[in-house]
């Protein structure tokens, strides 16, 4: 284990469910991420928190919510999803300001929507 | 823009054989942050190595090393004595201050499959 705690490891939802996907870590950092990962294309940051702020918004659809009760812990409510959110979710997460250490993951939800 | 662009989308070689994987980055930051990262079928993205843009020494950590050409805005990962274990998608991705916060981005390339054949 690398500190950041991913469930499920795999999700698979049809378009009218409500899931949630939880992230967790232990390394007392105070910054959270939510990333997704599509085949063939670069990540892309969906979701920022600092000290369980949200201070990133990149453009997500409202049908993903993020959630970050405190620092440790980081969730994305989905709802009414459509096929092509289908990806693998990674969490990760830093020290605020420590941007030479990058960021340690999670090892993601893989997500279909059906 | 600040962009990553891995120009290989796959790679393969010989267990034991020397492979370079190539990536370059535009930015108009004068102090940052570059990275590359392993991810194997496992799915976990592990950091394999780091470069400090002003450190002009290249990194190396074990038989992993990098070729660092600020000028070039390159920065290319060679893998020595490659494993079976090496097999995985390697990301390299560049960290830019995120404007109104004092956090940091990793702006990601679309990465490199590389397997090593027995």
């Known amino acids: 284990e690398t500190g950041v705690t991913q469930t499920p490891r795999h999700l698979v939802m049809g378009m009218t469910n409500k899931k949630s996907l939880k992230c967790e870590q232990h390394l007392g950092h105070n910054a959270m991420y939510w990333y997704k990962q599509s085949a063939k294309k670069p990540l892309e940051l969906m979701f920022v928190?600092?000290?369980?702020?949200?201070?990133e918004n990149n453009s997500v659809p409202s049908r993903f919510s993020p959630e970050c009760p405190n620092s440790s812990h980081l969730f994305l409510h989905l709802h009414t999803l459509q096929p092509e959110d289908s990806a693998l979710y990674l969490c990760?997460?830093?020290?605020?300001?420590?941007?030479?250490?990058?960021?340690?993951f999670g090892s993601g939800t893989r997500l279909t929507v059906v | 823009a600040q962009t990553v662009t891995q120009s290989q989308p796959e790679m393969s070689v010989q267990e034991a054989e020397t492979v370079t994987l190539s990536c370059t980055y535009d930015?108009?930051?004068?102090?940052?942050?570059l990275f590359w990262y392993k991810q194997p079928p496992s799915r976990q993205m592990i950091l394999v190595i780091r470069?400090?843009?002003?450190k002009q020494q290249n990194a190396t950590e074990n038989r992993f090393s990098v070729n660092f050409q600020k000028a070039a805005k390159s920065f290319s990962l060679k893998i020595s004595d490659s494993q079976l274990g090496d097999t995985a998608m390697y990301f390299c991705a560049f960290m830019k201050p995120l404007p109104m916060d004092s956090n940091y981005q990793l702006i990601w390339g679309a990465g490199t499959k590389l397997i090593i054949k027995p």
């Open positions: 990760a997460s830093s020290l605020l300001g420590t941007g030479a250490y990058g960021y340690t």
């Open positions: 470069q400090e843009a002003y």
């Open positions: 928190y600092n000290f369980k702020e949200q201070t």
């Open positions: 930015t108009s930051e004068s102090n940052y942050y």
